[in-house]
């Protein structure tokens, strides 16, 4: 397991520059965007599709540096009612499959996506409620009609391509917490698992450890995203956590993403580790930088230096101790006096 990183925050930087900084902090992997929302400011699709010399020169880069691709990330809604918009979005992540396939990286991270409410709807509609019973309607449409057909053949392309796609369970999307993402993979194949992002987990009250066991059992974890949140209770308390304050209002939010440590501290970190390690993880920690409370450099390292701690360099030995056999206490003649 090694600490990564995706490298969005940087992308006002030149890929080289951003490497160098990286590998500077010991940073060990990035993930690198290449369409929809995260943008492709280190990693343009169309540059590097099918030409061999620059995925070339982007191998040899990474070389320079000791860094390794964890995966390629492409976060749209290739459900979306417009279909304009939902055809952008799958061609972002049919490429992005194919993309990695060619440079070896085993791994796209995305969203579900999130179709309307029905057949004749013109925005996505995010259902958390089964009444009304036209909720419930709509619920079943969206996985029935429009998600398990998509990603079913999604889900071919990948197996086809001998790729991961690693979904982030994110609300405002159909997937969006662990039962939603074993949902969609028993109704796909194997390739479709979850891309671990504890921070949209914590506000909606999941115990984390709990869930990567959970996951961790159907072997349903592709990628871990490493990002925190903090809930603010002097908000919550009012409001609750549905909270449509914005991201910039920092002081007026029920709850805020935050660096690795400052929303949990680095004990619950070297459990979430030490968990991902039971469940057999051995993959990057991607840091994902958006905490508005700090510059994205600091953000970086503070989460660098509390991961760089809870991560394990080696793997486990042997458990000796579990089979030494106690010994045999020496007898002794007794004798009468």
Not at 48 to 60: G, I, M
Not at 130 to 157: K, S, T
Not at 211 to 223: K, P, T
Request: charged share 30%.
């Amino acid at each position: 397991m090694d600490v990564g990183v995706l490298t969005v925050p940087l992308g006002d930087e030149s890929l080289d520059d951003a490497l160098d900084y990286l590998s500077g902090l010991g940073v060990g992997a990035v993930e690198l965007g290449c369409g929809g929302f995260p943008g492709e400011d280190h990693l343009p699709r169309e540059t590097y599709l099918d030409d061999e010399a620059v995925q070339e020169e982007l191998h040899d880069l990474l070389d320079e540096h000791d860094l390794r691709v964890s995966a390629l990330a492409t976060h749209n809604n290739p459900l979306h009612p417009d279909k304009e918009r939902a055809a952008e979005a799958d061609t972002e992540l049919r490429e992005a499959v194919h993309l990695a396939d060619q440079l070896g990286v085993d791994t796209v991270t995305c969203f579900s996506g999130l179709p309307a409410g029905g057949p004749d709807d013109e925005v996505p509609n995010w259902v958390t409620a089964p009444w009304p019973g036209e909720h419930a309607e709509a619920h079943e449409y969206q996985w029935e009609e429009v998600a398990i057909p998509y990603w079913r053949d999604l889900a071919e392309h990948a197996a086809d391509h001998g790729v991961d796609l690693a979904i982030e369970m994110h609300p405002n999307m159909l997937v969006y917490e662990p039962h939603g993402m074993l949902k969609l993979r028993e109704a796909t194949n194997e390739r479709v698992g979850a891309n671990f992002d504890p921070s949209h987990l914590y506000w909606q009250d999941i115990d984390v450890t709990d869930a990567i066991r959970f996951l961790g059992e159907a072997d349903a974890i592709h990628h871990v995203h490493a990002k925190d949140t903090k809930v603010y209770d002097a908000n919550a308390r009012t409001k609750g956590v549905l909270d449509m304050a914005g991201y910039d209002e920092v002081a007026e939010r029920s709850w805020l993403f935050r660096s690795v440590g400052y929303g949990h501290g680095e004990e619950h970190w070297k459990d979430v580790v030490s968990t991902l390690r039971m469940v057999d993880y051995d993959g990057a920690l991607s840091i994902e930088h958006e905490d508005a409370l700090t510059s994205s450099r600091e953000g970086l390292e503070k989460a660098v230096d509390v991961l760089q701690r809870a991560v394990f360099e080696t793997r486990p030995g042997d458990a000796y101790w579990a089979n030494r056999h106690p010994t045999t206490p020496p007898t002794h003649d007794t004798h009468d006096t």
